[in-house]
């Protein structure tokens, strides 16, 4: 008899909810909801993994006890910087370049908009401070540091009470003697306040990316180093004994401690494998290609575009809109989010005009109908007015809503605004939330020359199925995948990503005049990195490998595009020319053109190396079996009328059936409304045709007929 397979556990914290999903001894998948503890994020994890022992029949400790991974994915990291709770941090730069921070880079969206307010530094001014040396762009000692005046810096850095310190001193990418023995003097004249070398963390060409980096790092050691060392120690103690990972803004997952060093890597930790596991359903439940992947949250919606098969990759990471805020100086996954999800507040303005958020209720209070003290209308509340929630199945009927609190909340605060009834508001919140998910996708599609009828819509997150068809139908979508696991997408992600990292090196060279030697050593000693983060981390069973790319542009150019290299094939004038021919071909297949008889310089050196961990998850778990009832519901251009309530396991599997009618789980909804068709697929998505027509079917993300 075979022996029992350990569990895995992914976890992935969001404002409103909690979403815990448990890959079993069988591969199959099983998710649990609990409300998110705001004040103590780690006890929103602890109470959901009480939920799922709960649920499966076990104790926490039994559960953890099983388990050989846990993977977290946490809002801790970007909510401290957005809401300012980040360490009291200083700046170190060299001597004459204290503006760094302010100065910034050129460019703002809207350059006619003079009501834009100029952005603070991520770092004030009065925190700022300058060190005596100088090292040019060859490597060169220009001046000395002065290891007096820095040791007189620091104290005043003592004096000023700094919980954290970011140093980024000119070309320390090319020498960095000057920033290690900063370190040293940090540590022994400051002991205990944690810091950031910008050239360990971000060894970049440019100098605002490199030093906002190094600043947003070291703000969010003392909060997250507490955060994860709390999660950590309540896990433990629990009696979980295995291995415990953290999504990363990249799309992958690192040890914890990895992060706890270099915690700016978590700030986009949770949406950033939703795409993962939209691109998996995508290709699995209908052999799609092409998917836009819409995370519908309780305060968030989070909205990315998989082509070909390839995960949406930026290096333009900004927090918050971009030029208006801050650059994390890191490429990252290319999620967009709006302030559109479940718990939306709803209001109108001064003229009677209805907006629905970007404020959220949140988890506490929450919407009205949570009967926890909420006031103002969210979109919960009309999705339950509306009656696509059933109150006394609230997370499997965990949590009973209150109708009566959700019509007041209506009654108060928008009818009189709007001169409508409850059931007209609530609509009327439903269609603006519709269009804001709209142009939502609009901007990672046809502002960017990408048909969405050309994607299919994979919806994901605890709200997703309420309004994805009609978000379907206008953008012209072929079909809409709703995942048996959509609640807890994020989470699914994480289970279907991988263990990576990536190292750089500067080593400016052209291709009319390579210099192999020093490329040579830049390859080997990444080869090097490399091959010690996966012997590190590399569990039994694990595949490893590693990927090199190089940042490279023409003459005069301001900005690289990064091309893959072979790093074993640099060895003649015929591979420099390979990999010069290799960025002609990507400057115009982005572009459109090309210079084909000009040189290209060759500037920054990348490595990533990947663990692949074994997969197991089968996507199918038992399906939820709910008694098929009716329910009175409200749809545009139909009025109210009771449909039919399926559970996702009553769904057929063969011929699709018409709308309208309602799909519940546990966790979520999904509105099928009149005309539209639903199927269920054999990994238990359902699978959605917004017209009913029986064209549901994609191949390379275009429809077949």
């Avoid at 100029?118 to 220009?142: C, H, K």
């Avoid at 990994?683 to 429809?703: F, M, N, Q, T």
Wanted: aromatic share 6%.
């Amino acid at each position: 008899m075979a022996e029992p397979q350990p569990l895995r556990l992914a976890v992935d914290t969001g404002g409103t909810f909690t979403d815990l999903v448990l890959c079993d001894e069988n591969g199959e998948l099983h998710l649990f909801k609990s409300p998110t503890v705001v004040s103590d994020p780690a006890e929103g994890v602890l109470a959901v993994l009480r939920t799922c022992a709960g649920a499966t029949g076990v104790s926490v400790a039994d559960l953890l006890g099983r388990c050989e991974l846990f993977i977290h994915g946490t809002t801790r990291a970007i909510n401290a910087v957005v809401t300012g709770s980040t360490a009291r941090t200083a700046f170190l730069t060299t001597s004459g370049h204290p503006d760094i921070l302010l100065f910034r880079e050129g460019g703002r969206q809207r350059p006619f908009d003079h009501t834009i307010v100029y952005p603070e530094p991520y770092v004030p001014r009065r925190l700022t401070f300058e060190v005596s040396e100088r090292i040019d762009a060859s490597g060169q000692v220009i001046m000395p540091l002065d290891d007096a005046q820095a040791t007189e810096v620091i104290a005043a850095l003592r004096a000023a009470q700094v919980q954290a310190v970011g140093v980024c001193l000119l070309w320390s990418i090319v020498n960095p003697a000057h920033e290690i023995r900063l370190a040293e003097l940090l540590q022994e004249h400051l002991p205990g306040v944690p810091f950031t070398l910008s050239h360990r963390l971000n060894p970049t060409l440019r100098e605002y990316r490199r030093a906002s980096a190094t600043c947003i790092d070291a703000s969010l050691k003392p909060v997250m180093s507490r955060y994860l060392d709390d999660l950590d120690s309540r896990l433990r103690s629990s009696g979980f004994g295995g291995r415990t990972l953290v999504v990363t803004s990249a799309g992958g997952v690192l040890d914890m401690t990895d992060v706890a060093r270099s915690p700016i890597h978590s700030l986009g930790s949770g949406p950033a494998v939703a795409p993962i596991a939209g691109r998996h359903f995508a290709a699995s439940d209908l052999r799609a290609h092409t998917a836009i992947v819409a995370d519908a949250g309780g305060t968030t919606y989070d909205v990315s575009l998989v082509r070909d098969g390839v995960i949406p990759w930026t290096r333009e990471t900004w927090i918050g809109q971009e030029h208006s805020t801050h650059i994390t100086g890191f490429p990252s996954v290319d999620v967009s989010s709006v302030g559109a999800g479940g718990g939306s507040i709803a209001w109108a303005d001064d003229g009677g005009l209805l907006h629905v958020g970007p404020m959220s209720a949140g988890s506490d209070p929450g919407p009205a109908c949570y009967g926890r003290g909420g006031r103002e209308p969210t979109v919960t509340d009309a999705y339950l007015l509306l009656g696509f929630l059933d109150p006394d199945y609230f997370l499997g009927g965990s949590m009973r809503l209150d109708a009566a609190a959700a019509a007041g909340a209506f009654e108060r605060e928008l009818g009189p605004r709007l001169g409508m009834d409850v059931r007209g508001c609530a609509a009327a919140v439903v269609d603006v939330l519709t269009e804001e998910m709209v142009r939502a996708i609009e901007e990672r599609t046809v502002y960017r020359g990408i048909d969405p009828a050309s994607a299919v819509l994979v919806a994901g997150g605890g709200a997703a199925g309420f309004n994805c068809v009609p978000i379907a139908r206008r953008l012209g979508c072929p079909a809409v995948i709703v995942p048996e696991m959509a609640p807890g997408l994020s989470a699914v992600g994480a289970l279907l990503t991988d263990l990576f990292t990536d190292y750089a090196v500067t080593c400016p060279t052209d291709s009319g005049s390579f210099d192999f030697d020093s490329v040579k050593g830049v390859l080997a000693d990444l080869t090097a990195k490399c091959r010690i983060f996966c012997d590190r981390v590399a569990g039994r069973g694990d595949v490893t490998g590693t990927e090199f790319s190089v940042e490279a542009h023409y003459p005069d150019q301001v900005w690289e595009l990064e091309i893959p290299v072979r790093a074993s094939s640099l060895h003649s004038r015929e591979d420099v020319e390979e990999l010069r021919g290799e960025f002609h071909r990507t400057h115009e297949r982005l572009f459109g053109v090309k210079d084909a008889a000009s040189s290209v310089e060759f500037v920054t050196w990348r490595a990533r190396a990947r663990v692949r961990l074994p997969q197991r998850a089968s996507d199918r778990k038992p399906p939820a079996e709910l008694p098929a009832t009716r329910r009175v519901v409200s749809f545009d251009g139909v009025g109210t009328t009771p449909v039919p309530v399926l559970g996702f396991g009553s769904v057929p599997g063969g011929p699709a059936i018409r709308g309208p009618l309602l799909v519940e789980s546990p966790q979520t909804t999904v509105v099928v409304p009149p005309e539209a068709s639903v199927r269920r697929a054999e990994s238990g998505s359902l699978v959605i045709d917004p017209w009913g027509a029986g064209h549901a079917r994609a191949e390379g993300g275009k429809v077949a007929g």
